[in-house]
Protein backbone atom coordinates (compact mmCIF):
# COMPACT_ATOMS: atom_id res chain seq x y z
CA UNK A 1 0.00 0.00 0.00
CA UNK A 2 1.18 3.59 -0.85
CA UNK A 3 2.13 5.63 1.63
CA UNK A 4 3.29 9.58 2.39
CA UNK A 5 5.19 11.04 5.21
CA UNK A 6 5.60 14.89 5.53
CA UNK A 7 8.16 14.49 8.86
CA UNK A 8 7.82 18.40 9.42
CA UNK A 9 4.59 18.56 11.18
CA UNK A 10 4.58 22.71 12.13
CA UNK A 11 7.40 24.97 10.60
CA UNK A 12 7.95 28.44 12.10
CA UNK A 13 9.95 30.68 9.66
CA UNK A 14 10.61 34.56 8.98
CA UNK A 15 9.07 36.28 6.17
CA UNK A 16 12.17 36.17 3.32
CA UNK A 17 13.48 33.18 4.88
CA UNK A 18 13.70 30.44 2.06
CA UNK A 19 11.11 27.28 2.31
CA UNK A 20 11.52 23.72 1.85
CA UNK A 21 9.21 20.84 2.77
CA UNK A 22 9.72 17.45 2.76
CA UNK A 23 7.78 14.52 1.43
CA UNK A 24 8.54 11.63 1.13
CA UNK A 25 6.16 8.78 -0.18
CA UNK A 26 6.39 4.72 -0.50
CA UNK A 27 5.09 3.55 -4.18
CA UNK A 28 7.18 1.30 -6.47
CA UNK A 29 5.57 2.30 -9.54
CA UNK A 30 4.93 5.59 -11.86
CA UNK A 31 3.32 7.91 -9.55
CA UNK A 32 1.48 11.36 -9.93
CA UNK A 33 2.42 13.99 -7.44
CA UNK A 34 0.35 16.75 -5.81
CA UNK A 35 1.16 19.60 -3.39
CA UNK A 36 -2.33 21.04 -2.03
CA UNK A 37 -2.61 24.35 0.32
CA UNK A 38 -4.95 24.94 2.77
CA UNK A 39 -4.88 28.31 4.09
CA UNK A 40 -6.51 29.62 7.35
CA UNK A 41 -10.60 28.41 7.69
CA UNK A 42 -10.27 27.56 3.83
CA UNK A 43 -10.75 24.35 1.63
CA UNK A 44 -7.75 22.89 -0.04
CA UNK A 45 -6.47 24.34 -3.35
CA UNK A 46 -3.43 23.08 -5.46
CA UNK A 47 -0.56 24.27 -5.44
CA UNK A 48 1.46 21.83 -8.27
CA UNK A 49 1.34 18.59 -9.43
CA UNK A 50 3.74 16.37 -11.06
CA UNK A 51 2.54 13.66 -13.95
CA UNK A 52 5.61 13.69 -16.05
CA UNK A 53 8.44 14.83 -17.80
CA UNK A 54 10.84 17.83 -16.25
CA UNK A 55 10.93 16.47 -12.14
CA UNK A 56 10.86 20.41 -11.45
CA UNK A 57 7.83 21.82 -11.63
CA UNK A 58 6.52 25.08 -11.02
CA UNK A 59 3.17 26.18 -8.99
CA UNK A 60 1.34 29.55 -7.87
CA UNK A 61 2.92 31.56 -5.52
CA UNK A 62 6.34 31.22 -6.65
CA UNK A 63 5.91 27.70 -4.91
CA UNK A 64 8.30 25.02 -7.03
CA UNK A 65 8.93 20.80 -6.15
CA UNK A 66 11.29 18.70 -7.38
CA UNK A 67 10.46 15.03 -8.11
CA UNK A 68 13.69 13.09 -6.95
CA UNK A 69 12.76 9.33 -7.78
CA UNK A 70 15.43 8.16 -6.80
CA UNK A 71 14.75 9.44 -3.11
CA UNK A 72 10.95 8.85 -3.53
CA UNK A 73 10.67 12.39 -2.65
CA UNK A 74 8.63 15.38 -3.99
CA UNK A 75 9.81 18.21 -1.77
CA UNK A 76 7.98 22.13 -1.95
CA UNK A 77 10.67 25.12 -2.10
CA UNK A 78 9.88 28.51 -2.11
CA UNK A 79 12.75 30.79 -1.99
CA UNK A 80 11.24 34.14 -0.12
CA UNK A 81 8.30 33.00 1.96
CA UNK A 82 5.07 36.03 3.03
CA UNK A 83 3.19 35.94 5.81
CA UNK A 84 0.60 35.13 3.32
CA UNK A 85 2.09 31.80 2.76
CA UNK A 86 0.96 30.76 6.43
CA UNK A 87 -1.17 27.65 5.41
CA UNK A 88 -1.59 24.29 5.73
CA UNK A 89 0.38 22.05 2.92
CA UNK A 90 -0.63 18.56 1.98
CA UNK A 91 1.62 16.46 -0.06
CA UNK A 92 -0.74 13.67 -1.91
CA UNK A 93 0.47 10.55 -4.35
CA UNK A 94 -1.72 8.59 -6.45
CA UNK A 95 -0.83 5.69 -8.58
CA UNK A 96 -0.12 6.79 -12.51
CA UNK A 97 -3.54 5.79 -13.61
CA UNK A 98 -6.53 8.42 -12.93
CA UNK A 99 -9.03 5.17 -13.00
CA UNK A 100 -6.91 4.85 -9.57
CA UNK A 101 -8.73 6.22 -6.74
CA UNK A 102 -6.63 5.58 -3.90
CA UNK A 103 -4.71 9.62 -3.85
CA UNK A 104 -3.46 8.98 -0.52
CA UNK A 105 -3.09 12.35 1.21
CA UNK A 106 0.02 13.35 4.12
CA UNK A 107 -0.77 14.41 7.56
CA UNK A 108 0.31 17.72 6.62
CA UNK A 109 2.52 20.69 7.14
CA UNK A 110 1.34 23.95 9.44
CA UNK A 111 3.65 26.74 8.14
CA UNK A 112 3.24 29.80 10.67
CA UNK A 113 5.52 32.90 9.21
CA UNK A 114 6.28 35.52 11.60
CA UNK A 115 6.27 38.98 9.92
CA UNK B 1 -20.63 31.26 -6.62
CA UNK B 2 -18.12 28.00 -5.43
CA UNK B 3 -18.38 25.07 -7.73
CA UNK B 4 -18.22 22.60 -4.95
CA UNK B 5 -20.87 23.61 -2.29
CA UNK B 6 -21.30 21.98 1.01
CA UNK B 7 -24.15 22.14 3.39
CA UNK B 8 -24.29 22.61 6.60
CA UNK B 9 -20.78 24.73 7.32
CA UNK B 10 -21.38 23.86 11.31
CA UNK B 11 -23.42 21.54 12.92
CA UNK B 12 -23.60 20.04 16.56
CA UNK B 13 -25.42 16.87 17.31
CA UNK B 14 -25.93 14.95 19.54
CA UNK B 15 -24.49 11.08 19.78
CA UNK B 16 -27.04 8.76 18.04
CA UNK B 17 -28.55 11.05 15.73
CA UNK B 18 -28.87 10.93 12.35
CA UNK B 19 -26.91 13.65 10.02
CA UNK B 20 -26.69 14.38 6.46
CA UNK B 21 -24.03 16.24 4.63
CA UNK B 22 -25.05 17.39 1.42
CA UNK B 23 -22.10 18.66 -1.69
CA UNK B 24 -23.55 19.89 -4.83
CA UNK B 25 -21.13 20.95 -7.61
CA UNK B 26 -21.25 22.58 -11.12
CA UNK B 27 -17.71 21.42 -12.24
CA UNK B 28 -19.59 18.68 -14.54
CA UNK B 29 -17.34 16.38 -13.39
CA UNK B 30 -18.59 12.64 -12.80
CA UNK B 31 -16.04 11.60 -9.70
CA UNK B 32 -17.01 12.62 -5.89
CA UNK B 33 -15.44 12.38 -3.32
CA UNK B 34 -16.09 12.34 0.46
CA UNK B 35 -13.13 12.89 2.65
CA UNK B 36 -12.48 13.42 6.64
CA UNK B 37 -9.98 15.92 7.99
CA UNK B 38 -8.20 15.45 11.48
CA UNK B 39 -5.47 17.52 12.91
CA UNK B 40 -2.41 15.19 12.38
CA UNK B 41 -3.88 12.98 10.23
CA UNK B 42 -4.40 14.65 7.23
CA UNK B 43 -6.85 13.64 4.30
CA UNK B 44 -8.80 10.17 4.77
CA UNK B 45 -11.03 8.98 1.85
CA UNK B 46 -14.80 7.46 2.94
CA UNK B 47 -16.26 6.99 -0.08
CA UNK B 48 -16.09 7.51 -3.91
CA UNK B 49 -18.45 7.55 -7.00
CA UNK B 50 -17.77 6.98 -10.46
CA UNK B 51 -21.50 7.92 -11.50
CA UNK B 52 -24.68 7.98 -10.14
CA UNK B 53 -24.48 3.82 -10.08
CA UNK B 54 -21.57 3.54 -8.71
CA UNK B 55 -20.56 3.69 -5.33
CA UNK B 56 -17.26 3.01 -3.30
CA UNK B 57 -15.96 2.71 0.15
CA UNK B 58 -13.09 4.20 0.99
CA UNK B 59 -10.78 3.65 3.60
CA UNK B 60 -12.77 4.77 6.56
CA UNK B 61 -16.26 3.84 5.70
CA UNK B 62 -17.53 2.18 8.54
CA UNK B 63 -20.24 4.39 10.38
CA UNK B 64 -21.25 6.03 7.32
CA UNK B 65 -22.95 5.42 3.56
CA UNK B 66 -23.56 7.72 0.86
CA UNK B 67 -26.24 8.48 -1.68
CA UNK B 68 -25.25 9.93 -5.08
CA UNK B 69 -28.61 11.42 -6.03
CA UNK B 70 -27.49 13.11 -9.21
CA UNK B 71 -24.22 13.71 -11.21
CA UNK B 72 -24.15 16.72 -9.63
CA UNK B 73 -25.22 15.59 -5.52
CA UNK B 74 -23.16 13.26 -3.02
CA UNK B 75 -24.12 13.49 0.16
CA UNK B 76 -22.77 11.91 2.80
CA UNK B 77 -24.80 10.32 6.09
CA UNK B 78 -24.26 9.50 9.57
CA UNK B 79 -26.91 6.77 10.57
CA UNK B 80 -26.16 7.11 14.10
CA UNK B 81 -23.28 9.76 15.13
CA UNK B 82 -20.88 8.56 17.72
CA UNK B 83 -18.27 11.55 19.19
CA UNK B 84 -15.38 10.28 17.27
CA UNK B 85 -16.85 11.32 13.81
CA UNK B 86 -16.47 14.94 15.06
CA UNK B 87 -13.74 16.43 12.29
CA UNK B 88 -14.15 18.29 9.18
CA UNK B 89 -15.34 16.27 6.47
CA UNK B 90 -14.73 17.99 2.79
CA UNK B 91 -16.37 16.71 -0.21
CA UNK B 92 -14.46 16.93 -3.65
CA UNK B 93 -14.74 16.55 -7.51
CA UNK B 94 -11.99 15.78 -9.58
CA UNK B 95 -11.26 16.56 -13.23
CA UNK B 96 -10.68 12.93 -15.32
CA UNK B 97 -8.27 14.47 -17.64
CA UNK B 98 -5.93 16.30 -14.85
CA UNK B 99 -6.36 14.49 -11.97
CA UNK B 100 -7.07 17.53 -9.91
CA UNK B 101 -9.26 17.30 -6.81
CA UNK B 102 -11.29 20.41 -6.29
CA UNK B 103 -12.64 20.50 -2.68
CA UNK B 104 -15.47 22.27 -1.10
CA UNK B 105 -15.15 24.49 1.98
CA UNK B 106 -15.65 22.19 4.63
CA UNK B 107 -18.68 21.12 6.60
CA UNK B 108 -17.64 21.19 10.52
CA UNK B 109 -19.38 18.40 12.71
CA UNK B 110 -18.92 18.00 16.22
CA UNK B 111 -21.08 15.19 18.00
CA UNK B 112 -21.42 15.42 22.03
Known sequence: AQSVSQHNHHVILSEAASLELGCNYSYGGTVNLFWYVQYPGQHLQLLLKYFSGDPLVKGIKGFEAEFIKSKFSFNLRKPSVQWSDTAEYFCAVTQSNFGNEKLTFGTGTRLTIIP | ?112
Open chain 2, 1 to 112: DADVTQTPRNRITKTGKRIMLECSQTKGHDRMYWYRQDPGLGLRLIYYSFDVKDINKGEISDGYSVSRQAQAKFSLSLESAIPNQTALYFCATKATNTGELFFGEGSRLTVL
